[in-house]
């Protein structure tokens, strides 16, 4: 082999290298979101992310990102607004809180609110919560999403 072929094949080696950028990196914020096949909220469920978990962001399309989590086999599309560029870790003073939370403590806490708070917003007298509470724990299934907007002739989701 030439030399020149040989200088050619390490430039290209070294211009491939540089870029192909390490995939950007992002955790979930929420207390869980779905992964799914397309970037709606009418996308098949692949599967579930949760708090803290640290995804690879493959693209990015208007609100949703592909993103990829070897650990979980996992791949698809979420929604941006359940991740975080921050690196999201779970503490309880010097050691990691591992099980010492709830789930429903990890959720507050990923959006700043916790227990602690609550019930001081609580004890206050003058706000009431039922109703608050009460659409928290609303959770519809994506075909009844997808007949509600068939019912009122909207456009949206997946195709």
Do not use: H
């Amino acid at each position: 082999m030439s030399k020149i072929s040989l200088t050619i094949i390490l430039l290209c080696a070294t211009a491939t290298a540089a870029f192909a950028a390490p995939a950007k990196q992002m955790s979930v914020n929420v207390k869980e979101t779905q992964v799914r096949s397309t970037p709606s909220y009418l996308g098949k469920v692949l599967g579930v992310l949760a708090y803290g978990d640290r995804v690879d962001v493959l693209e990015t399309q208007k609100d949703w990102s592909r993103i990829s989590l070897s650990a979980k086999k996992l791949e698809g599309w979420v929604n941006n607004s359940a991740l975080t560029p921050k690196k999201v870790e779970i503490a309880a003073g010097s050691q990691a809180a591992g099980q010492n939370a709830s789930t429903g403590e990890v959720a507050l806490a990923g959006k700043g609110f916790n227990n602690q708070i609550e019930t001081q917003y609580k004890a206050d007298g003058q706000l009431d919560y039922t109703w608050v509470d009460k659409m928290g724990a609303i959770n519809p299934q994506p075909e009844t999403v997808s007949a509600f907007l068939s019912s009122g002739a909207l456009k949206g989701g997946a195709k």
